[in-house]
């Protein structure tokens, strides 16, 4: 099971917290399978296969600070084990580009992901973290609005390429595991 965190809306379609959907939306597109929503689960869902894993991608539609409630639900229904989860979601203390593939860990300030553990009950959660830039900032700084903000046109071609390096490590961690893909993914990539 994938999850992509984001916020439903439109008006948050291209915002910098909605890159868990967006790559989701990007391998659902790769594997052709479409989503539908469910409503017992407050979640975008979509199953399929990829080689021969059977996949379900999940977009919780609860927004992003109650991400938990959804993804607790399907998880209990469909008794998925941690290991077989992942969710990807935006990390401000990642560079514009970077990206990061952890077995476990704490949420890291991120709401979505503290929901997430706290529903759970468990940090040993796998996860895909898309650095969406941190500008340099004072202590005033307005970290939701930035959250918030769609990428500016200079960012655009790089999260292009950024969305699909993350689909392509997402599909290397269904088909080769964790480890193989901490080892190809976790490093510094230059990005065009």
């Given at each position: 099971m994938v999850v992509g965190l984001g916020n439903p809306g439109l008006q948050y379609e291209f915002s910098r917290h909605n890159i868990g959907f967006r790559i989701i939306d990007n391998l659902a597109l790769?594997?052709?399978?479409?989503?539908?929503?469910?409503?017992?689960?407050?979640?975008?869902?979509?199953?399929g296969k990829l080689m021969n894993h059977k996949l379900i991608l999940v977009k919780p539609q609860t927004y992003m600070n109650l991400s938990g409630k959804s993804v607790s639900k399907i998880v209990s229904y469909y008794r998925i084990s941690f290991p077989d989860l992942?969710?990807?979601?935006?990390?401000?203390?990642?560079e514009l580009g970077q990206i990061r593939i952890r077995k476990r860990g704490s949420a890291g300030g991120h709401k979505g992901v503290e929901s997430i553990i706290q529903y759970?009950?468990?940090?040993?959660i796998?996860?895909?973290?898309?650095?969406?830039?941190k500008p340099s900032i004072n202590s005033n700084f307005d970290y939701a609005s930035y959250v918030l903000s769609n990428f500016n046109n200079?960012?655009?071609d790089k999260i292009s390429e950024v969305i699909q390096?993350?689909?392509e490590a997402i599909k290397t961690v269904i088909e080769d595991g964790l480890e193989k893909a901490?080892?190809?993914?976790?490093?510094?990539?230059?990005?065009?």
């Open positions: 790769n594997i052709e399978i479409e989503f539908k929503r469910v409503k017992s689960y407050d979640s975008l869902v979509s199953r992942l969710i990807v979601y935006d990390d401000l203390n990642l759970l009950n468990s940090e040993d796998p996860r895909l973290r898309i650095g969406i830039g200079n960012e655009k390096l993350s689909t901490m080892r190809k993914y976790n490093r510094k990539l230059e990005l065009s």
